[in-house]
């Protein structure tokens, strides 16, 4: 499995747009083949920065879900919001610690 966070800054007066246009394209987001999980987080400090954390099948799976014509209509809306360029990390657990 492949989990992936992607960081966003967003100007701040283009915050309701994209949380607008997160909540029209979440579930189809979610039901993209391979997607396993989704969640939106906001930065408890800064409420411009938000994050996506998304679990993914394998990296193919993440990969078909970026050439798809849903990613690139989001994307391409997204992007023209941000402050600051994006960041995004693809990792996998290692472990998880309990008590």
Not at 5 to 31: D, G, Y
Request: aromatic share 14%; with cysteine; proline share 3%.
């Amino acid at each position: 499995m492949l989990i992936r966070i992607v960081r966003m800054t967003f100007r701040p007066e283009e915050v309701e747009a994209f949380l607008k246009n997160f909540e029209a394209n979440k579930l189809s987001i979610r039901n993209s083949p391979g997607c396993k999980h989704l969640e939106l987080w906001q930065d408890d400090h800064e409420k411009n920065i938000f994050m996506t954390y998304s679990h993914w099948e394998s990296e193919e799976a993440l990969n078909k879900y970026r050439d798809s014509e849903l990613f690139k209509s989001v994307w391409s809306f997204t992007k023209a919001l941000f402050a600051e360029k994006p960041q995004a990390f693809s990792t996998k657990k290692l472990q998880e610690v309990e008590k």
